[in-house]
């Protein structure tokens, strides 16, 4: 069965864009776009990675990386929803790809390697500024997302250190049709070979998943069963062929499915904002209705029905609805702590009409509005979900965050990073804009706070 491929994906020359034109042009509308301009030309990766005819420098991972243990998928053999995965070192994988001789051995793909994590002393490359705006790279930088609230341990089998990847494949490696884990914005960026991406709009989802909206088609080019998926005749396509050095940003909810023309490395990162953050909760939501309605039979004999759903939902999706209150309420509190950092600093300049302080505001009235909806819905019901503000406020892991977003946001709006207020001037500050007891046990916690502040901030506007 053949595709219907309609278009192609815009390209734009990124140096030429603003970040501001970029969030409203591609962001906001949850538009896909190449980015044409050699961004990448200063990575460390362009020289290391590549050898002088422009193919996969595979001797210098070998010599460098060889011990990391790594993911890879065998192309050639389906398991379940996805390709079968298999563990092998960098030097294993390498030795297999430089040997195959057979037009029958698998085609293999290394996917998923947590390189940043692994080797922060080595910076193959720099986030574009474009892409910068990374709640969840950021929060994963400073706090695990899922934790255990008694003990405070970690449950490593369901955490995930980062969602920043590195991708290497042969010639005729792929990855099967999918939207990305919790609908989050990615960008890739390919330090050499080529791709070709065929996008699905989100609109059209639901002709590529069966009648009851649980399993997706497998791959678009293979033999499609028209009478499990009788609405795929009727999807069309967007294609793009992505060349070295290029970066493809993917919007969310876009499935796609992505073929290598040649033998490619690329770099790939997940990350969401205040412009896909209703992307994230409905996901979220509808997860965990499914997980709720899968072990509904064992509800009436479970000591607590609700805290296996929750745990559930986490080894699912790798998170769950207490982990994503948590990170709102401490992502919320950090802009609230660089807002009020950055006004003090700026108090004669109407600084907060400045695009860095817009950009916070709107942050906070994003998570606001998320928090709304998931209060109505009762998605955190546990008492034991809360953030202590004195502790966090004292606490050098939240500092550290701050201390992230603060230099990010200087970044990205081009200003200069602004010392952060003491703990001291903080609590005090921030007494005015949250509960007499100083903690946030609630979603409704969290917007009554937020409402405070943002009250304050308002007649500052221009």
């Not at 030795?95 to 290394?110: A, C, F, G, H, P």
Request: overall charge negative.
């Amino acid at each position: 069965m053949g595709i219907n491929i309609v278009g192609q994906i815009e390209r734009i020359n990124g140096k030429e864009l603003s970040y501001g034109d970029f969030a409203e042009r591609y962001l906001a509308k949850n538009q896909p776009v190449v980015i044409i301009s050699d961004l990448t030309e200063d990575w460390r990766a362009m020289e290391d990675w590549v050898s002088e005819n422009g193919r996969p420098n595979l001797h210098f991972f070998a010599t460098h990386f060889g011990k990391s243990r790594v993911q890879v998928a065998d192309c050639d053999t389906r398991e379940y929803t996805d390709q079968k995965r298999l563990e092998m070192s960098v030097t294993e994988f390498v030795e297999q790809w430089t040997n195959k001789n057979s037009i029958e051995e698998s085609v293999l793909y290394l996917k998923d390697w947590h390189f940043v994590k692994e080797y922060p002393d080595y910076t193959a490359y720099q986030t574009p500024k474009l892409f910068s705006d990374d709640w969840l790279n950021i929060y994963l930088d400073n706090y695990q997302m899922h934790e255990d609230r008694d003990n405070f341990q970690k449950y490593d089998q369901i955490s995930c250190s980062d969602y920043r990847f590195v991708y290497m494949g042969g010639k005729g490696s792929w990855t099967p049709l999918h939207a990305d884990v919790f609908r989050s914005y990615s960008w890739s960026a390919n330090v050499c070979g080529k791709k070709r991406w065929l996008f699905l709009p989100p609109p059209q989802s639901h002709l590529v998943y069966d009648r009851y909206m649980k399993n997706c088609v497998y791959d678009i080019f293979g033999e499609v069963n028209e009478t499990k998926f009788p609405g795929f005749k009727k999807t069309t396509w967007l294609e793009c062929i992505q060349e070295p050095g290029e970066i493809i940003f993917v919007p969310s909810g876009w499935h796609h499915q992505v073929y290598n023309l040649e033998d490619t490395i690329s770099i790939n990162h997940n990350w969401l904002n205040a412009y896909n953050l209703s992307w994230v909760w409905d996901l979220l939501w509808k997860d965990y209705k499914d997980t709720e309605e899968s072990i509904e039979d064992i509800r009436d004999i479970c000591d607590d029905f609700e805290a296996i759903c929750q745990r559930n939902l986490a080894a699912n999706t790798g998170m769950n609805l207490n982990d994503f209150f948590i990170f709102m309420s401490r992502f919320s509190l950090g802009n609230m702590v660089v807002l009020q950092s950055y006004s003090d600093k700026h108090k004669a300049l109407n600084s907060c009409s400045s695009a860095m302080a817009q950009n916070l505001l709107l942050n906070l009235s994003t998570i606001r509005k998320i928090m709304m909806t998931m209060l109505s819905a009762g998605g955190v019901t546990s008492e034991e979900v809360y953030m202590d503000l004195r502790e966090t406020l004292e606490d050098p892991q939240f500092l550290r965050l701050v201390r992230d977003m603060g230099r990010t946001y200087a970044m990205i709006h081009m200003e200069e990073e602004d010392q952060v207020l003491s703990s001291k001037e903080l609590l005090q500050k921030l007494s005015g804009f949250a509960d007499p007891k100083m903690q946030i046990c609630s979603p409704k916690d969290l917007v009554e706070m937020i409402n405070h502040h943002n009250t304050f901030f308002s007649h500052l506007l221009a």
